[in-house]
C-alpha cells in the first residue's frame, strides 16, 4: 500500500550502454525498472551481454578509490534526483565478477543510548538495528565484469525498489555527504571559504553548478575548520592562543591589536610588547610602557598577571604569552563607519571553546538592532584589560575622526568594566569617546 512513508521508487537515470563494445553514445535508461525480480547470481558470460546494461567506457575500473570518487557518486546523483539518499554497503569479489551492493541510507536504524539513569537524557548512537522489520528494505546490486573490465546492470535482477519507513524528500532538502562530493567542488568550497565568502552564497553556487552539490552549513563549517587547520603543518601542536594568532595573521580581511609578554632567555625579566596589524601593512610590534595606565594601586596589571599564567594563552613554544587581543574585519570596519554614533559592548565568561572571556562591541542601529564590529579575547577581567582595550586597541583599529563622533556608549558587562569605562570618560582620554 502507497503512502507517505511506504512508497516504490519512481526513476533512477544512469546513463548505459546496450552492448560493451557499442559505438553508440550512452543513454539514459531507467534502471529502477530492472530490480526488485528475485534474481540474484549473475556469473555471465560475453554471450549474454545483450541482457545487460553497461556503464560508459570510463567506467573500467573496480579499484576503491574509483568506486568513491566516481562509480557511487554516479548512483548516489541520481539516488538524490529521485528523493532519497543512497548508500553503497558492501562489496564482494566472486571469480569473474565484483558485486557492489547498495541501500538506502535509512536502512540503519540508531538506538538511543542504554544510559537510564533517572533524570538524564539519553544520549548517543549506535549502528545496531532494532528489529529487521524496521530496516527499509531499498537494495540493489551492480556488477564489474573481471574479463572485459567493465561495469553493468542486469536487465532482469534481484533487490527491492520499495521504501519504507520514510518520506520522499525533495532533492534541494538532501544534503550531500561529505565522502561523495565531487573533489573539484570540494577545492571550490575550500577557496570560497578562504576568500569569506558568506556560506550561505557557496551554498547557492554549489546548488546551481552542473553536479549541484548541496552542502549544509554545519558541513561548511566543518570545511572551514579544517582549512584552517591544513593551513599549519603543525596546528596540532599549537596552544590555543597561538591558533586565534595565526588564524588572524592568514586572513587578510582581519586586522588586530594584541598585547603580549615576552619572556628574556635565560632570565626572568618579562616585556610587555604590543602587536598590531592593519589593513596593507605588515604587522609592527613595539613595547608598550604600562605607566600610561591610570590604575588604583590595588589593581591588578599586566606584568603581574603575565607572571600568574604562560601556559594555555603561551605563544612561540611559551617564549611569548598572549595578554589580550581586539581585532576586526574588513566588514566590521565597514559596520562601524555606519553605525559608529551609539555602540554596546558585553563580556561573555564561559562559552568559548577555550573558556576564556570574549570580549564583543556592536554598533546600534536606528531601530535599535544590533551589529558586531569588534571582539577581543580577554584572559583577565582586570582594570587593565578595559584600559588597554578602549584606550590603544581601539584607536589602532579604527579611525580616530569616527571615534571622536560617538555620542554615546551603551555598556552590559561585569562591574569591573563599568567601573573603569565610566572612570576613563570622566577623565577625558584623548584616545577615548567624549
Known amino acids: 500500500e502507497q503512502s507517505s512513508n511506504n512508497w516504490t521508487t519512481s526513476s533512477i537515470l544512469i546513463p548505459c550502454l546496450s552492448h560493451p563494445n557499442s559505438g553508440e553514445a550512452p543513454a539514459p535508461i531507467d534502471v529502477s525498472k530492472c530490480f526488485g525480480h528475485g534474481i540474484v547470481n549473475h ?7 545483450h541482457q545487460h546494461y553497461w556503464l560508459p567506457p570510463q567506467y573500467n575500473q573496480c579499484d576503491v578509490k574509483f568506486r568513491q570518487q566516481e562509480l557511487i557518486p554516479l548512483f548516489s546523483r541520481a539516488c538524490k534526483e529521485a528523493g532519497f539518499i543512497l548508500n553503497a554497503s558492501r562489496i564482494q569479489n566472486n571469480k569473474t565478477t565484483v558485486r557492489q551492493e547498495f541501500e538506502c541510507s535509512r536502512h540503519r536504524i540508531f538506538q538511543p543510548s542504554k544510559h537510564t539513569k533517572e533524570g538524564s537524557t539519553r544520549r548517543g548512537t549506535t549502528h545496531r538495528a532494532v528489529t529487521k522489520e524496521n530496516l527499509c528494505p531499498f537494495s540493489f546490486t551492480i556488477y564489474f565484469h573481471k574479463e572485459l573490465q567493465r ?19 525533495e532533492k534541494n532538502y538532501l544534503s550531500d555527504p561529505k565522502r561523495r562530493v565531487d573533489p573539484a567542488e ?60 595565526h588564524n588572524l595573521q592568514e586572513n587578510p580581511l582581519a586586522f588586530y591589536c594584541m598585547l603580549t609578554a615576552v619572556k628574556e632567555v635565560g632570565s626572568n625579566l618579562i616585556t610587555i610588547k604590543k602587536t598590531r596589524k592593519r589593513a596593507g601593512a605588515n604587522t609592527t610590534t613595539e613595547v608598550f610602557d604600562g605607566s600610561q595606565m591610570r590604575l588604583d594601586p590595588n589593581d591588578d596589571t599586566p606584568l603581574a598577571h603575565a607572571e ?3 601556559d594555555a594563552l603561551s605563544l612561540d ?6 595578554l589580550c587581543i581586539g581585532w576586526t574585519t574588513e566588514e566590521g570596519s565597514r559596520h562601524f563607519a ?26 546600534q542601529t536606528l531601530d535599535g538592532k544590533n551589529i558586531p564590529f569588534w571582539d577581543a579575547l580577554i584572559a583577565s577581567g582586570a582594570p587593565w584589560v578595559f584600559h588597554w582595550l578602549f584606550c590603544t586597541c ?33 577623565r577625558q582620554e584623548k584616545v577615548m569617546l567624549p
Open 394 to 426: 581601539l584607536p589602532e583599529l579604527f579611525p580616530q575622526d569616527l571615534l571622536n563622533k560617538c555620542t554615546k556608549k551603551n555598556t552590559e558587562c561585569n562591574k569591573i568594566e563599568r567601573k573603569e569605562t565610566k572612570a576613563l570618560m570622566n
Open 317 to 322: 613554544q611559551g617564549q611569548k604569552l598572549l
Open 338 to 363: 555606519m553605525f559608529h554614533e551609539t555602540f554596546g559592548v558585553d563580556v561573555t565568561n564561559g562559552t568559548n571553546r577555550e573558556q576564556r572571556g570574549m570580549f564583543r562591541a556592536a554598533g
Open 186 to 245: 570540494l577545492e571550490l568550497a575550500v577557496e570560497a571559504i578562504r576568500k569569506n565568502i558568506p556560506l550561505s552564497s557557496i551554498q547557492a553556487l554549489l546548488k546551481a553548478r552542473k553536479n549541484g552539490t548541496n552542502l549544509t552549513k554545519a558541513q561548511l563549517k566543518k570545511i572551514r575548520q579544517m582549512s584552517v587547520l591544513s593551513n599549519s603543518p603543525s596546528a596540532s601542536n599549537m596552544s590555543p592562543a597561538e591558533r586565534l594568532v
Open 151 to 169: 561495469w553493468f546492470i542486469p536487465k532482469i535482477g534481484g533487490g527491492c525498489m520499495c521504501h519504507s519507513g520514510h518520506c520522499q524528500i
Open 43 to 49: 556469473q555471465m558470460t560475453p554471450l549474454l551481454s
Open 308 to 310: 600568574i599564567i604562560m
